[in-house]
């Protein structure tokens, strides 16, 4: 149950507040999250001429923003681990290692589906 009083308007109004919290604390204290974001700021304009339709525009994008949500998420991760101790333990180092990996299959994907695109458009 949410919390009363906190319904409506006023709920999408906090939730948007969070997010764009959560953007500016990505922004200021990750630098994965910087570069991911410049490059997705680069890639996504160059994938409505790399496109042909509106499909390929959309995957070529959406790839990007896939490796932005990942990054979050995985950033999420470590801030909790980090909270719960600096000590090393192995499961706080697996968690770490499971999210990093999350990050480079994401990396991977917008590589696959980029050179897919331009494989079609400049090859065949």
């Not at 070529?60 to 990054?71: A, D, G, K, M, Q």
């Not at 979050?72 to 101790?85: M, P, Q």
């Amino acid at each position: 149950m949410g919390k009363p009083g906190n319904t409506g308007l006023r709920r999408i109004l906090r939730a948007s507040q969070y997010s764009a919290q959560g953007f500016l604390h990505a922004w200021q204290h990750e630098a994965a999250f910087r570069q991911e974001m410049v490059l997705a700021l680069f890639l996504c304009p160059l994938a409505f001429w790399l496109g042909r339709n509106p499909y390929e525009i959309l995957l070529l994008i959406c790839s990007c923003l896939l490796v932005l949500i990942v990054e979050l998420l995985n950033s999420a991760v470590e801030a909790t681990v980090d909270r719960v101790g600096q000590e090393h333990h192995e499961l706080s180092g697996r968690a770490k290692d499971l999210g990093s990996a999350a990050v480079f299959l994401s990396l991977l994907i917008v590589v696959i589906v980029w050179a897919t695109v331009a494989w079609q458009r400049f090859l065949t």
